[in-house]
């Protein structure tokens, strides 16, 4: 049985880009032509025989000639500009043993003797080296000796700063730096009320007319509101007792809130917290001359001592002027008070409660 056209096997050859298609054909005549064919010797076929394979060969030739061909290689196509930038740079291969050039002695002397250096040129190289080295260690300790003796002149002058700041905080009594916080206590106390105004002008207009009479007074602002007080007191009794004296008054407790103060000093620190108790202590006093006429010895020394705190060379040194004003007035209550007697006039016990107003003032504006 054949096999069919299309399960043949071909084999494709490209030559010179043309395809030459070789196909095994497996015919009738080539089965044929396995088989011996059967001559008869005679001289015309012996000629014709001949004749016949002189075709063959001519014809095989003539199929070697036009299937024949070439091997076309491409031509060197030259490199690419960074290609031959990159060639500059590139190394050659060192050379051989036997390509090196042989060197006679004399070149061989001659390169030995540009190799080597002179002695001068070495000698001034080596002692250029030794002086760089020299200047350079001077240079350093010179300005190692000139920041020594910099800093040892800046601790000095520190030193000495610190000293004179101890010396004149002891003697004239300044303020050391405002770094301190200070805690305002609160003060409890028994006041004599002229009025509660929303309005400061008119809380003004009123305390002018109590002035024209020769009467104490001072406004005090709390929660947005004008209070106007004509006088302090250290008990509720004593309170309603001079309610009745001043007509359009009215006797009541008030408490002034403390709050902590920022950046003060730690005099200015030590007046703000000790200040309550002096209060007291000269309220105590006053309100015994006021309605007792009576005084007591123990309470005018508790007060010397404490008055030490508020002396006026450590308060005209403090930076804080609410502080300033707060103990000037406190001081200037202590030493009115100080003078008191169980006999004193009203006007003297009069000056004394317009500090202490003055005084409570100033401790809420902190």
Same mark, same amino acid.
């Given at each position: 049985m054949c096999e069919k056209p299309e399960n043949r096997k071909t084999i494709t050859i490209k030559i010179n880009g043309k395809d030459r298609p070789f196909q095994y054909k497996d015919t009738d005549e080539a089965v044929e032509r396995k088989q011996p064919s059967v001559f008869h010797k005679d001289q015309n076929n012996e000629n014709k025989e001949k004749d016949y394979f002189r075709e063959e060969s001519a014809a095989g030739q003539e199929t070697e000639v036009e299937e024949s061909f070439d091997?076309?290689?491409?031509?060197?196509?030259?490199?690419?500009?960074?290609?031959?930038?990159?060639?500059?740079?590139?190394?050659q291969s060192p050379l051989t043993k036997k390509d090196k050039p042989a060197l006679s002695?004399?070149?061989?002397?001659?390169?030995?003797?540009?190799?080597?250096?002179?002695?001068?040129?070495?000698?001034?190289?080596?002692?250029a080296v030794?002086?760089?080295?020299?200047?350079?260690?001077?240079?350093?300790?010179?300005?190692?000796?000139?920041?020594?003796?910099?800093?040892?002149?800046?601790?000095?002058?520190?030193?000495?700063?610190?000293?004179?700041?101890?010396?004149?905080?002891?003697?004239?009594?300044?303020?050391?730096?405002?770094?301190?916080?200070?805690?305002?206590?609160?003060?409890?106390?028994?006041?004599?009320?002229?009025?509660?105004?929303?309005?400061e002008e008119r809380a003004k207009i009123e305390q002018k007319k109590l002035t024209d009479a020769g009467k104490t007074s001072q406004i005090i602002s709390i929660d947005e509101k004008q209070f106007l007080l004509i006088g302090v007191v250290s008990n509720l009794e004593n309170a309603k007792a001079w309610q009745k004296q001043v007509k359009d008054t009215y006797a009541k407790e008030m408490v002034f809130n403390g709050n902590e103060i920022e950046n003060v !000093?730690? &005099? +200015? /620190?030590?007046?703000? =917290?000790?200040?309550? *108790? $002096?209060?007291?202590?000269?309220?105590?006093i006053v309100t015994s001359v006021q309605f007792d006429k009576s005084i !007591?010895? &123990? +309470? /005018?020394?508790?007060? =010397?001592?404490?008055? *030490? $705190?508020?002396?006026?060379?450590k308060i005209s040194n403090f930076s804080n002027e609410k502080v300033q004003k707060m103990a000037t007035h406190l001081a200037m209550?202590? =030493?009115?008070?100080?003078k008191l007697t169980?006999?004193?006039?009203?006007?003297?016990?009069?000056?004394?409660?317009?500090?202490?107003?003055?005084?409570?003032?100033?401790?809420?504006?902190?």
């Open positions: 091997w076309i290689l491409p031509e060197p196509e030259e490199a690419p500009a960074k290609n031959k930038e990159k060639s500059l740079f590139a190394f002695k004399n070149s061989k002397a001659k390169e030995g003797k540009k190799k080597s250096l002179p002695k001068g040129i070495v000698a001034s190289i080596f002692f030794f002086f760089a080295v020299i200047l350079g260690t001077s240079f350093g300790f010179i300005l190692l000796n000139m920041v020594s003796s910099d800093q040892s002149a800046a601790t000095n002058g520190n030193i000495t700063a610190s000293a004179n700041n101890s010396s004149d905080t002891s003697k004239g009594g300044q303020a050391t730096a405002a770094t301190e916080i200070a805690t305002k206590a609160d003060i409890t106390t028994y006041v004599l009320q002229k009025g509660v105004f929303s309005n !000093s730690k &005099e +200015e /620190k030590g007046v703000i =917290e000790a200040s309550s *108790a $002096i209060y007291y202590s000269i309220l105590q !007591s010895t &123990e +309470e /005018k020394s508790k007060l =010397e001592k404490a008055l *030490a $705190i508020v002396e006026e060379k209550g202590g =030493e009115l008070t100080m169980k006999n004193s006039s009203e006007k003297e016990i009069e000056a004394i409660q317009q500090q202490l107003l003055n005084y409570l003032a100033a401790y809420v504006a902190l």
